[in-house]
């Protein structure tokens, strides 16, 4: 009973708190103090009720137990990270975005591949990664080089999409002014069209990220080394190893959140033109 009236107690503390924020002048500090609450507050009462309810641990175990297993197989975890992240997710990433970026410009100079390909596109897209993920492991062998093939395939539609509205958004008045000029296409296209869609091309490559690490993860449940984020949740839940499933869970959300955030750092830098910028604290 006591841990029950504890959790309670630390959503009373975390409520009461972030009312309390709330009130203040809006800053950095405070737009950082109120998830941080939140979250720690969520952890607390986890704890609580999860042993308060005795719930067992291989249904949901306490986050107590999940960081003495993340601290205790910190090798196991570096190793599914490289794997997964830094040759799976990234390297797919970085090639799909790239590839997009650059046929969005081939789109945009020749209008009859935008007729063609983007219907095609959003064919794919909406394709389930489920059916394309073993296809394209035996395609490319059960090693990173499937799973960044899984990447690709995941990012580069939505980034292609992104960069061909980005590069149209630019003004007609403008694009006259740049042919007044007597600017070449690529001219108008790297001192006035690129620039333009930089808003776009990061919208774009955010949701990359995301789609990057899931689609990593998830083609590494149709076949994989002995290594790998999806391969250790898939075999640990088959061990009922619970523990270090949700530590691989952790490791994947700080991951995800920190590329992200990486993302939307470099967004802030070479976007600080645009409104949206100028108008955030």
Known sequence: ???????????????????????????????????????????????????????????????????????????????????????????????????????????????????????VGNFVAALPIIGMAPILVMWFGFDWQSKAAVVVVMVFFPMLVNTVQGLQSSDRMQRDLMRTYASSYWQTLFKLRLPAAMPFIFNGLKIATTLALIGAIVAEFFGSPVRGMGFRISTSVGQLA????????????????????GVALLEKAVTFWHPSQRGRA
Do not use: H
């Not at 405070?30 to 704890?47: C, H, K, N, R, S």
């Open 242 to 261: 619970l523990d270090l499933v949700w530590a691989e869970i952790v490791v994947a959300a700080i991951v995800g959140s920190a590329f992200y955030g």
């Open 1 to 119: 009973m006591g841990w029950i009236v504890a959790g309670f107690a630390a959503w009373a503390v975390g409520w009461w708190a972030n009312a309390l924020l709330a009130r203040l002048p809006k800053s950095r500090a405070t737009g950082l103090a109120v998830p941080v609450i939140f979250g720690l507050t969520v952890i607390v009462m986890w704890e609580c009720f999860v042993r308060g309810l005795d719930v067992s641990s291989v249904i949901l175990p306490p986050p107590s137990a999940i960081a003495a297993r993340f601290a205790a197989s910190t090798g196991i975890l570096w190793e599914d990270f490289v794997q997964t992240v830094v040759k799976g997710a990234l390297t797919g990433y970085v090639l799909g975005c790239g590839a997009a970026v650059l046929m969005a410009i081939a789109v945009d100079r020749f209008p009859f591949l935008q007729r063609g390909l983007l219907p």
